[in-house]
Structures are given as C-alpha cells and as structure tokens.
C-alpha cells in the first residue's frame, strides 16, 4: 500500500510540473534548470568552432543556464559570468534596431525573411535565392543588415548609436573581446568576398568592407549567459527590458522578430530543431544559444562544443529538456 501511495504522489507531482501553467501556479524553474544542467553536464558531443583560433582555445567544460520570467526573476546555474563571443547571437538585435528604425516592410525588401537551408556563410545561397542575403540571420544578411545601421548613422556616430542599443539590451555596456576581434577580423576573409558579392547585386548599403567589419566586431561584444537571458527576455517581454522595464522594440515588431528566430535561428538545422523543441532560438559559435517563450521567460544555455551546423551540443539539450518540462513549446496549445 506504501508503495502504491509513493508511486502515485510521484506522478501527481510529475502531471502537477508538466501543467503548473496552466493550473495557475508557478513553475519551478530552478528544479528545472539544475536538473538539465545535472542532465547534460558531461554530454561529450561536439567540438568548440576551430576557425577561428581564439574560440577554439576556450575551455569545453563549461557550462551554464539562465532562466529569465518576464517579471525580471533569474534562475541560474553553473558557468554564468564568464564572457564569451556572442557571435551570431548579435543578429537579432541588430535586426531589432534596423526593425525599430526603418520598419518591418523595408527588413522583408531589402533584407528577406526566408530560410536558406544551407550553412550560415553560403555563398550559393545568395545566388540561388534571387542574388539577395534571403534573412538576416544568416551572415549574408546580418551584413546587410549592419550597412543599413552604418549608412544611416554614418561613420562617426554608428559604433556609438549600436553600442548603446546593446547596452540597453544587456543592461550594461557590453565590452569588444578585443583578442576574439583581432582573430575574427585576421581569418574573415569569406565574409568579405559575401559583402562585395552583395554589392554587386545591389544589396549592400554602405562600404562593403566597413560593413564586414563592423559586423565582426559586433561578434566580438564579450557577453555571459546572465546577458544573454535578459536580452532574451527583452523579446520575451514583448520588447521591454525585464530587468531595466525600458522598451526596447516595438511590441507589434517582436513577432517578426521571432518568425525570422524560428525559421532560420539554428541556421539548417532549425526545422528539426522547431520540430523537437518548438522554441524559437538563436545559436552562435562562441556556444550559446538563445529561446524564447512568449509572454512566459527566456532562456540562455552556454556550452562552447558545437554541433556541425555551428550550434551548442549541450545547450540544445539542455533547452529541449526544459522546454519539455515547463510545457513551453510555442505549438502545443497549452
């Protein structure tokens, strides 16, 4: 009888989680996190990202997750304050401003909003997607992107006008890993032949190679994952800053925002990854990712080995598993 007592309050509890939202109460995120971070904390899979020789010197073993609610609450556990490069993080709040800015219909022309199915500096995909960036996730039109903010601000202004954005995103200045920007900028000649290719094609507003540049150092802000949460959470919150309560991007701009996440946010591997997580998200090669779920919290997973398509091995399993637990998916209805 014991025995049959113990198994069934063991499944209420179990069905109590799963469905905490929806009955009401609030859930426990902190259980949550320290058991995906228990869970996966010696998953071997993946390798830091080799290119570029900074990233490649980083120590593999750490790891840490972020839990931001909308109110502001952070639930953390392991490696949360040690900075890495935000790398490909950056393009969503580069695309948040250029948004803020110029509109979403100017983003959707000048830019796209298609998935390319190929990795994030394919060549082919511009020319097989009407000779244009196709999103601006991707490297080709995170570039774009940037010449936008570049021409508009001009050469003077432009670093300081982004540089305060992302503070406000943040909630502190962000620093340029200088080491990470001198590696980046000695190995990126790709990114350069993708910038004077958009050029020539008519989608590249400024100086093909500032805007190159300036993109790489934006890949260089120095973040930590309790960063990243709240920047998360700013998109989360529908645009307003959880922790600082300053609007950030229009409310009616943040489902744009989060289409374009949860098209092409894990570069081509994001249909699987919206298939087993239903998260909209954002990876980068320093070894985070973002994802957020609207109107609930954001999440932040820093794990450097990555996955072939550029994306955290463990961070990924780490967001599945709570995105499982908290009944997250943004398709489940619930």
Known sequence: MKVFVTLLLLLTLGVTDTYSRQRGSTPDYGAVIN????????????????????????NSDMYGIVIITKEGKIFQVGETKFEFGIESIEK???LCMAMELFGDS???????????????????????NGQKPSNPLVNAGAMATTSLLTSYFGKADAWSKVNAYFAKFAGRELPVL??????????????????????????????????CDFYTKQCSYGVNTRDLAIMAGTLAN?????????????EKYVPKVLAIMGTTGLYETTGDWMFKV??????????GIISVVPGRFAIAVFSPPLDKAGNSVRAQEAIKYISDKLAANIYSGR
């Open 106 to 128: 100017v983003i959707l022309q000048k830019i796209g909003a298609d998935q390319t199915g190929l990795p994030f500096n394919s060549v082919p995909a511009i020319e097989l």
């Open 178 to 211: 200088d080491e990470l920007y001198k590696s980046e900028a000695a190995t990126n000649q790709h990114n350069q032949a993708i910038a004077m290719l958009l050029k020539s094609y008519g989608y590249m507003y400024d100086d093909p190679l500032y805007a």
């Open 35 to 58: 058991e995906a971070y228990r869970l996966y904390k010696n998953e071997p899979g993946g390798k830091n990202a080799d290119y570029i020789p900074f990233l490649a010197k980083v």
């Open 92 to 94: 969503v709040f580069t």
């Open 238 to 250: 529908g645009g307003v800053n959880p922790i600082t309560k300053e609007r950030l991007i229009k």
């Open 278 to 287: 239903g998260l909209p998200g954002k990876s980068g090669v320093g070894g």
